[in-house]
Nanobody
């Protein structure tokens, strides 16, 4: 069993940056692909980024490319999402998740955090 807890969300202005963190407990994350997803009010959960267990492979949604960077520190059992040049349309609850395989669909992920709110004002 893996427990995931996100932190780092908040209220920022357009153009600002935020760094989200996801801390794991219960089991090491080193054998899992890790992903970040987001869900805005009234919308479906949306893939943002994912990273392989070694950190050597990453993949981003088009909306995140060039602005967001996913990283991980297996020694600290943490995953991060650096978000730069934030836009109002980035406003959502951001959740991290763990999967046994490379995937961008939520159904492939086995463990989820509770999410952290990111609000970007214009």
């Amino acid at each position: 069993q893996v427990q995931l807890v996100e932190s780092g969300g908040g209220l920022v202005q357009a153009g600002d940056s935020l760094r989200l963190s996801c801390a794991a407990s219960g089991r090491t994350l080193s054998n899992y692909f890790m992903g970040w997803f987001r869900q805005a009010p009234g919308k479906e959960r949306e893939f943002v980024a994912c990273i392989s267990w070694s950190g050597s492979w990453t993949y981003y949604a088009d909306s995140a490319k060039g602005r967001f960077t996913i990283s991980r520190d297996n020694a600290k059992n943490t995953v991060h999402l650096q978000m730069n040049s934030l836009k109002p349309e980035d406003t959502a609850v951001y959740s991290c998740a763990a999967a046994r395989t490379r995937a961008t669909t939520p159904s492939a992920y086995n463990y989820w955090g509770q999410g952290t709110q990111v609000t970007v004002s214009s």
